[in-house]
């Protein structure tokens, strides 16, 4: 795992020093700040995976921080975590809306720093590793939906019709599509359908933006295939939490779906080699050779570039290509001397099944 890079920003050199002890333990390489201004000079030359920040500082406070980490298209990925003895409702809600990913109270932070911390990094790797398409014929409502993804820290494509929408599909696959209903060259129902009529883009969570609160609309949009329908104007934290989710929810649908894969596949190959161990019980020539030769195929298709799906299965073919011996009686499979014709024959039918 590639240790993260942490920008501490704090006014007392005791709690900076605090912080970094505690989070060098988890493997982080830490840079400190004083406070604000401080922070912006050095974000200016030097990527970071977090930062963390007090709010009361000279120059800059922590919130005026937040906000222009934010604000800046080179820095608005960068999750922060406010980290202040300011904890009452009024401050916390003051720290989200400046754009923190979280809020911790210095009084607490023993306790729930570190994991706080770790929380945050891994929900910043999942959001780097997903790509929003947002089709809308609104180029404000793009515009502010780009804007508060990638705060978020998506990577962000956009198209104003479901006809362009479905070109740059074929180019980049979407992990989530937030479209509008009505729009020219082609409507979000029919763009909705397309997708869902494609096997390759039919598992992709689609979501619904629409001013249209018929009740009536949105139970036909859901019946299409919709994974939730957004009212406009929507708050776009809202929007955003509602991403978060089904992204979610659709990577544990897949990751449970690729265990059953991997159960099954591992099923499979233990009857490939019960199947093999008992070919080389009765031949003593076929034993080690199945594996020899699934080991000389592999390699050859690994040279030639082939794709790792079909390495692995030419892996399996080169196990299981002597499997028809199996049903070869003895007499002929362990035969010292030349076949006869009928026994030839015999052996050849048999390898057949």
Known sequence: MVSPSILIVDDSSFIRAQITKELEEIGALITQAEHGESAMNIVKSKKFDLVITDVEMPVIDGFQLCRMLKENPGTR?????????????????????AGASAYVSKAEAKTLLKDTVQNVLKKSVFHRDQLILVVDDSKMIRNLVTEELEKAGFKVMTADNGKYALKLIKIHIPDLILSDINMPEMDGIEFCKSVKRDSDLSAIPFVFMSSNDDRSIMRRMLQLGASAYLVKPFNLEQLVITVEKLLSDHFLL?????ERL?????????SITSLIFALEARDHYTRGHSEAVAMLVTEMAKRIGMPQDDIESIGIAGRLHDLGKIGVPDSILLKPGKLADEEFARRNRRRKI
């Open 262 to 270: 991997d159960t099954e596949r591992k099923m499979m190959l233990a």
């Open 77 to 97: 990925t960068v999750p922060v975590i406010i980290l202040s003895s300011l904890d009452s409702d009024r401050d916390v809600d003051m720290g989200f809306q």
């Open 254 to 258: 897949l990751l449970k779906e690729k």
